[in-house]
């Protein structure tokens, strides 16, 4: 394929607007450019922008699904864009070749549909959270995996064309997970590469009531919306099983169940469960998708 143009969508709720300004100070400082960037204010005003920067203010918040959607119609609008890249409001890009990587990369593989990054600190830790597979002793191990990390990633358009965009109604959590299964069903490739790197604080996850329902909820959504009618109780099974073996606040537990029972008894969306060669695919790669 001809040289990938790369567009970077960044999503903000404006209460980070130094940190907003030092990673688009990052985006430009680029030796290869982005095509385009687009900041998208969810529910918030925004800062001034640098120039050449798209800014979209929304009069509310729509969560990180769709935030993320806004954007990616604002560059569909713009055009000219090959392969998206999202960025954390938070993050840095602490090497200036990381456009021209991604490009490489797509520009090498034309069924390449999702690139994870490496997230980072400043002293360059990585959590365990942040390996985006099972097995997460080495986070300096690349390879192909079955999903990605939000906070920073590229995303084929071609891809996007195809297989659509986010999950408008997770709001949060899982919703990477959603899109990663069905680019799998779809026959493209996702890929970490810890060479690519967004610098972001170290933070613990959130783990108020909230967090707690919405991750169940959009768990059970998950299963309902994609996987194949015998895996839902394994992978639902699994998880229950796993909630009550790490959560130690009782409080937390009853939102999670909460969360649970009200995605069994709402409506999920359209529901296309992948195939099982699929699943077979997403096993060989060492995530069966009942975990």
Request: hydrophobic residues 40%; charged residues 25%; proline residues 7%.
């Amino acid at each position: 394929m001809s040289r990938p143009r790369v567009g970077v969508a960044v999503l903000t709720m404006g209460t980070r607007p130094v940190e907003l300004r030092a990673l688009l100070d990052s985006v430009a400082e680029q030796r290869e450019a982005a095509a385009r960037i687009v900041v998208v204010g969810n529910g918030a005003p925004l800062p001034e922008l640098p120039p050449g920067v798209v800014g979209v203010e929304l009069e509310r918040n729509l969560g990180v699904s769709g935030g993320r959607n806004v954007a990616l119609r604002k560059l569909r609008e713009e055009g000219g864009i090959d392969v998206l890249v999202d960025l954390d409001d938070d993050g840095l890009l602490i090497e200036a070749d990381v456009i021209s990587r991604v490009a490489d990369m797509y520009e090498a593989d034309p069924r390449l549909g999702i690139i994870s990054f490496r997230i980072a600190d400043e002293t360059g830790f990585t959590a365990r959270r942040h390996v985006p597979r099972l097995r997460v002793d080495d986070p300096m191990r690349g390879g192909e995996v079955t999903t990605f990390l939000g906070g920073g990633h590229a995303l084929s358009m071609p891809m996007l064309d195809e297989i659509g965009g986010w999950p408008d109604e997770f709001f949060f959590t899982h919703e990477e997970t959603d899109l990663a299964w069905r680019a799998l069903d779809a026959s493209w490739t996702i890929r970490y590469e810890p060479e690519l790197v967004l610098q972001h604080p170290r933070t613990s996850p959130s783990r108020h009531a909230e967090f707690y329902r919405m991750t169940a909820r959009n768990r059970v959504w998950l299963a309902r919306r994609r996987l194949p009618a015998l895996l839902v109780p394994l992978y639902l099974g699994t998880w229950i099983l796993l909630t009550l073996a790490r959560t130690r606040s009782a409080s937390g537990l009853r939102a999670w169940f909460g969360g649970f029972f009200e995605g069994v008894r709402t409506a999920c969306g359209t529901r296309r469960p992948i195939r099982w060669r699929t699943v077979g695919r997403m096993t060989a790669l060492g995530r069966p998708p009942v975990i």
